[in-house]
């Protein structure tokens, strides 16, 4: 599920929001019996109007599929410890810190109400991009 208002691709402001661009996540957890009530509330409800706060660029749910994460690859054989995979995943990319912050905060109670884990949140900032401009080399 993708909820997006993004910057303007047409103009160079593009440029701006995505050298400036942060992303929180948010890892958490819904039971069974909660999950298509969770889903349904998030993608109807609680989700879109986090799009429209100031500074936020984008929300965006993603579900894992734990059959497939569970899979024994090469790479899983080799790591001493395993890594658990998080089933459920909300997104926010916004312009600042305080901005996707405010927005994760926000989130919080709609997921509580949906009886969720304690989210593990993390806010991680883009460093830099390289575009392929008519104004660039190579």
């Excluded at 929180?24 to 609680?46: G, K, Q, S, V, W």
Aim: net charge neutral.
């Amino acid at each position: 599920m993708l909820v997006h208002q993004g910057c303007d691709p047409s103009s160079l402001s593009i440029l701006k929001c995505l050298n400036d661009r942060v992303m929180l996540t948010m890892r958490f957890a819904i039971d069974d019996a909660h999950r298509a009530t969770t889903i349904e509330a998030l993608t109807r409800r609680i989700l879109p109007p986090l799009t429209f706060r100031h500074g936020v660029c984008g929300v965006h749910l993603c579900l894992a599929d734990l059959s497939i994460s569970k899979v024994e690859t090469a790479e899983k054989k080799v790591r001493d410890e395993a890594m658990p995979v998080p089933a459920w995943i909300v997104l926010i990319e916004g312009n600042a810190v305080a901005d996707v912050r405010g927005a994760g905060e926000a989130l919080a109670p709609g997921l509580s109400a949906h009886n969720a884990s304690a989210p593990e949140t993390a806010i991680y900032r883009h460093e830099f991009t390289r575009l392929k401009t008519p104004w660039s080399a190579g």
